[in-house]
């Protein structure tokens, strides 16, 4: 245990001496390794110890947070002192038996990494180096290769009497290819993570992975730029759910609503996508990189139906933000660490598969442009509008997949987009990444099936004329 | 308090020499913050922060290994050196892994302004509040405010290595956020404004206030564009965006392992001549300014592109050592937490002649570009972008009507040789600064 019960129960004493209507205190003991390498070395190994907790007290709509690094009685006690230093009311008697919570979901890891050798981590980078200069030759300029792996250990407790001890563990492997022919540099990216251990690299070998990373930034050399202009849009379920994420995801935060920065706000029971459209977020899907048993304030996590055949059904919810709507949070409370507040956010989103055979759908679109990998994006959620990066991308012609072009951008506002949604296939593919609001990054995952766009704006240095075969509407 | 904290790194250092490590560097660091969010004239997060960590950086055999610790109890710190060193047996090793020697003097700059601390709490509240009112009584139409707030922080750092370097430092730094929406006719845009500075007599909340708001009403009944290729204006913040994506291509780091855009083209025209860019580790009043980097080289300043003509890059001990030259002062640390990687100090564009009014008025049909969405998207390798856009149409030289829905595309070499115009209004965003630039010719699509 990182910090003995009794103790907790006083520092939560302490923080509600001048009064509030809540406390808890997030502990938090993470060990992290890191290995990077770049141009046939292994450049880097770090490991991490970051030990440190996290003090609040919420009174009515103010928060008072504070955090340290210093988990001594002492310590604690100090920064429980300055949280209460933000109000002024009587003391808030709080009589504490701290309950365990139990978590509704278990999630088992096969291979602990803190239980693997660093030399056998650093091969897997060594590996992914070498598979990717042999299946690219001399045009492969560069190979960087990182792995990480984090386990966290958490404690939470809160002036509702709730315990919950928690370990996390999570494993990332990517590799980012470098390729060149002239003067033309392109590049290609693949990563897998995931709540597990070690086995992570049994699913997604480096090798493997490192191949397709290859032969994805030779493609983008031998590609065409991409076009400009309006067009309908095919995502492959294999490109991942960047699109859901900031069409939607971002939209559907409790806090963004209650701040009236989100298109759906008061929008909850109204049609807000096409009827065939459901979205999930669901952080007790096993080993996803977005998993989780309780989120960061002790809440269990479950499954959440944000939008249900085109209804809008539930947004993601923290306490603070629960609490405003007097209702229970949903379990979506999450921080990057004991250095920040919880704040609504999203697990593994997903849009729900439905009955459509993949290739059927691009046939039957005929002209437009055929997304097979997802980058970054970004979102306005007060607007909508968004925007995201296609790692790779081809263009259809006649019901087929014509050639790859390179340097497209896809943009539209969430809201239209999701109405514009005409068809959806029976397969579903998650992408990993970091979200980032706030100023704090959580892991996340997400997930479409092949969907048809009635159109998006697809931004391009091509000129979408030119290109003959694709169809401006 | 930092004498007691640099013994800690000294002990640190001499422990992983015992373990068997040639040389070792220890980089402690102490900082406290405050952060006050205020919504309807009350606060609604006030939050505290006490921050320490070590990182320990060691060469054993030629290999650097690496490890932190906010834990800075003693049987933490001795556990760390034998972590640090046992990981260097697993890195590559490469004759240039080296720490750097002890140099006579640092800069003396002006870092730590004692009114930032000495203002109350109470006080500091109040500026937040007059954040938040004077963008709400800016324009009526200032529906919601997503947050007004006022951070500071201070931190002292401590560098010490095997070599003999001892040395440390204090900074603070204060500033204000805010970010809102307008609405009119149910349509809503958002607008946001942001200053830091190293003095606190400086800030200005009435001004920052106004300027999200301004930003924010202006985009009403913003609407989309057909597919063209027009002159751009970018407003300092975007052009900043865009200088950011040149920064890793400028290290030699990134030349060195063949992923520079500038690779061999020392000498040659790679800007527009009205283009020169720096980078300035001891700029007076610099967010980034300190005595020395993350390995304690003294910091200096850098012309990297003058007149358009590129002049050379940044670099740290390690990629110094590479070439035979001196490092830059740019082993930059994120944190205790990371290793000094070449980086990016206070890194910008110089100003020119022009008022960013002459540069618009100059321009007959163009667009003024006042925001970009996912510049973290634009690849800094091949320097190819593509971003989501907003702005506010040029036509004869006049701001005419707000544009969204768009997306900007091009490469950021021609983005660079085609800058015919750069304003005198040079204003940083952290790290970054840069004034109003004028684009030749970019394509935008709608």
New interface residues.
Partial sequence: MLVEKGLLKEVLDQALEKGGDFADIFVEYKKTTG?SL???????????????AGIRVVSG???????????SREGLLQ?AG??AH?FSGPRKECSLDLRRLRPVVEFTIAERPDEVK??Q??RAVQEADRAAREAGGDRI??VIATYGDVVQKVVMANSRGEYVEDERIRTRFAVQV?A?EGS????GYEAAGALAGFELLKEHQPAAMAEVAARRALGLLEARP?P??RMPVVMSGEAGGTMVHEACGHGLEADLVQ???S?YARKKGQKVAADIVTVIDDPTLPGRYGSYRFDDEGVPARRTVLIENGELTDYMYDRVTASREERESNGHGRRESY?H?PIPRMGNTYVAPGKMDPEEIIREVKNGLLVKKM??????T??G?????VAEGYLIVDGDVGPMV????L?G?GPEVLRNVRMIGRDLGFTIGTCGKDGQGVPVSDAQPTMFIGEL?????G??GSKGKVKRV | MLSGTLDIALWAVEKARSLGAEQAEGYISFGRELVVEVRDGKVETLKTAREQGLGLRVIAGRRVGFAYTSDLRREVVEELAARAVSNAASTSPDPCNRLPAPVPEYPVLDLYDRAILAATVEEKIEMARALEKSAREYDRRVRAVETAAYHDGEVEVGLVNSLGIKASYRGAYCGLYISLVAEEDGEAQTGFAVDYTLKFALLDPVKVGREAAQKAVRMLGARSLAAQRVPVVLEPYVAAGFLGLLGPALTAEAVQKKRSLFAGRVGQEVASPQVTVVDDGAMEGGLASAPFDGEGVPTGRTVLIEGGILQGFLHNTYTAAKEGVSSTGNGVRGSFKATPEVGTTNFFIRPGASSPEELIRNTPRGLYVTEVLGMHTANPISGDFSVGATGILIENGELTRPVRGITIAGNILDLLKNIDGVGNDLKFFGGKGSPTIRVAGVSVSG
């Fill in positions: 290995i770049e141009g046939g070395r292994v450049e880097r190994v770090h490991s991490g110890t970051d030990v440190g709509d103010t928060t008072s947070y504070a955090y340290t690094n210093d988990l920064a300055i949280v933000a660093t030399e981590k650093a300029k560069q470098v060149a033309l540099i392109q590049t991409a400009a202009g701040k009236g920065l298109v250095q507040k980058g970054g994006g970004q979102v306005n007060t607007t509008d968004f925007v995201f990066d390179r340097g497209a951008t943009a506002n704006v697809v931004g391009g240095t000129h979408a």
